[in-house]
């Protein structure tokens, strides 16, 4: 029986080598096969930049410190280390920031009500963001605070310039503001209502904030004169706002005439933020102040081009105004260049509203990160956050999700296919191009279906595929991708059962090789892309499967290298050590309570 089985493993190799050689000459009439590998050539060509352009710089919004964080602020956090973790993947050298918004009439008016001295007040809510990001695992490089000195001496800089230039001006601001979205507003954005004891107010259309009437002489920035130079740069880099549907938001705004901005307001009204350079009876805007933080971090205005030209912000959909009207004008009147990309979300809300105080429903994302896991929590919000439609949060939903996909679909696959008793050996086991021969290459016809190369064709092509919706920010997507593709392989293990072979057939021992060696690689494929989504899920299950850390980047993502006629690094390698189940299954927080639990049934592999 071993001789029979040793010379099968030699006939192996002779029709890989045939197929490999092959599969070079069937290159001359293109198959879809082919196509899908020029792909994969030329994204990875595109890799081999110059130094200077490998760099990668990436932004949260600064949170305002006049609440503690919510599901959303992390919802941001985990949107933006995942962009960082990508691109680290793919061998840039990232930076990553975030951090916390200090100044303003808030975060004055709120530390007053506390009875706390201003600064006191924002430290301990500083605090409470950096504690959440660093539970959460957010791999920020620089964590930001507007009372720092570094910023201070930014602005005050930036502020220097944009006057220098004629672009500062002092005049009268008349008009209606929001002091809760630190915001001025035009007529058209302003509509009445009644407060809670009926009285009649002017509010926010947007917001749904109340608005003041604001009468002061304050100083003024020249925003007028950059609504055409706005319009072009939006119309010639469609990518510059994503999704598609804020990037036309902006046009849209910017059909209408944009008034100038006031940028200051009177040190007699507003004492908590950056005194104007030569003028202390004035506080600059804390709008133009915080978006300056961007520059504090890349180095500004010392040493700052080699991250600012390759900057990339991540904001939520409120503030997409502040971002992608006042801040690019802002750099074009500082002669800057202007953010790669802007990539804005959309918000959560819970049962159809949004999340609030007074309604009760703020979800609190550290307890949560705690109950469902970190990982658990940034693979729900990533799957289920669409960037251009709010989505409604519910524990039900994450449970149900995370169970399906985490611990079944994914969790199990990983289980069935190193379970002891069909790979005994705990090793990463040997592909026969006998049992799967490439399609068209052999004679003879062996055990792999018409199904089994459909996986494999999808498989294949699913680094293109994530890397594009990666790219845009469309996370969602490619997670849908990954788990259509861990359902296949699922079909796979299912359709050939692999616990029924081995029995002391040669033929039989070398097809549930292949049958493991073929969802081994899949599974490997799926822990590599997934790493930026979920590090210590992707790194249970790559560890699991003996892939060392230099074979975890995006560049190891050849797939079943030995079904091309490549010598496979991992084949005949020891597994790693079992560590227990990669997602363990959660309870549903409501659903289960006051009725009686069945008795579960342990998932076993089949012997």
């Known amino acids: ?30 198959s879809p096969s082919f196509w899908n590998c020029k792909r994969l050539m030329v994204r990875r060509l595109c890799t081999d930049i110059p130094t200077e352009d490998r760099n990668y710089y990436i932004t949260t919004p600064i949170f305002y410190v006049n609440a503690a964080p919510h599901i959303g602020h992390l919802y941001s956090a985990v949107t933006a280390d995942f962009l960082h973790r990508y691109k680290i993947l793919q061998g840039f050298n990232s930076r990553f920031v975030t951090g916390t918004d200090e100044h303003g009439l808030k975060i004055q008016q709120a530390a007053n009500a506390a009875g706390q001295d201003p600064l006191r007040f924002c430290t301990k809510v500083s605090e409470r963001f950096k504690y959440l990001f660093k539970s959460c695992h957010i791999s920020y490089t620089d964590y930001i605070r507007t009372t720092e000195e570094r910023h201070r001496c930014a602005v005050e800089h930036f502020w220097t310039v944009l006057q220098s230039k004629g672009f ?40 749904g904030h109340k608005v003041e009437w604001m009468k002061e002489e304050n100083y003024m920035f020249r925003l007028s004169e950059f609504r055409s130079r706005l319009q072009e ?120 509203k949004k999340m609030s105080k007074s309604l009760g429903n703020v979800v609190d994302p550290l307890e949560r990160s705690q109950r469902f896991t970190i990982d658990g929590m940034r693979y729900f919000l990533l799957r289920q956050g669409v960037p251009d439609t709010d989505c409604d949060y519910d524990d039900d939903k994450v449970v149900k999700l995370l169970n399906a996909e ?25 592909f026969c191009s006998d049992s799967f021969p490439s399609q068209g ?33 469309q996370v969602y997507k490619a997670l849908e991708a990954i788990n259509r593709c861990v359902r296949q392989t699922n079909g796979f293990v299912q359709r050939h059962t692999p616990w029924k072979l081995g029995s002391g057939d040669g033929m039989d021992q070398l097809w549930l090789d292949t049958i493991l060696h073929v969802s081994l690689e899949c599974l490997r494929m799926y822990g590599t892309l ?24 995006w560049a190891a993502l050849d797939f079943l290298v030995k079904y091309q006629g490549k010598d496979c690094p991992f084949e005949g390698r020891a597994l790693g050590p079992d560590t227990g189940v990669l997602f363990n299954r959660l309870e549903r927080p409501n659903a289960e309570k006051g009725k009686p639990k069945k008795a579960k049934k342990a998932t076993k592999v089949k012997s």
């Open 1 to 30: 029986m071993m001789k029979t089985y040793l010379s099968i493993i030699r006939n192996c190799k002779v029709a890989q080598r045939w197929s490999f050689s092959h599969a070079t000459r069937c290159a001359l009439s293109p």
């Open 168 to 207: 500062i001006y002092k005049g009268n601001y008349e008009g209606w503001y929001s002091t809760q979205d630190e915001s001025f507003l035009t007529p058209s954005q302003v509509g009445d209502a009644k407060d809670s004891s009926g009285k009649e107010i002017k509010i926010s259309l947007e917001s």
């Open 233 to 352: 740069w939006l119309e010639g880099n469609p990518r510059a706002v994503q999704p598609e549907r804020f990037h036309r938001a902006v046009l849209q705004w910017l059909q209408e005439d944009l008034p100038d901005l006031s940028v200051s307001r009177q040190r007699s009204r507003l004492q908590w933020g950056i005194p104007v350079p030569g003028d202390l009876d004035q506080t600059i805007y804390v709008w133009l102040d915080a978006l300056v933080n961007y520059l504090t971090v890349a180095g500004y205005p010392d040493s700052h081009s080699q991250w600012w030209r390759a900057a990339h912000h991540v904001v939520g959909k409120d503030i997409l105004k502040f971002h992608a009207i006042y801040w690019p004008a802002f750099l074009l009147a500082a002669d800057l260049p202007l953010p790669q990309t802007i990539h804005v979300h959309s918000h959560w809300t819970v049962g159809g």
């Open 406 to 430: 985490l611990t079944d679909s994914l969790g199990g696959l990983l289980n069935r296919c190193t379970a002891p008793s069909l790979n005994p050996a705990q090793v990463y086991p040997h």
């Open 441 to 473: 290459t052999v004679a003879h016809k062996g055990r792999a279906v018409d199904e089994d190369y459909h996986m494999l064709d999808a498989v294949r092509a699913l680094p293109a595929v994530v890397e594009q919706h990666y790219d845009s920010v």
């Open 530 to 553: 997934l790493q930026p989504i979920v590090p210590q899920i992707a790194d249970k299950l790559l560890s699991r499967l003996g892939v060392k850390p230099e074979e975890k980047s």
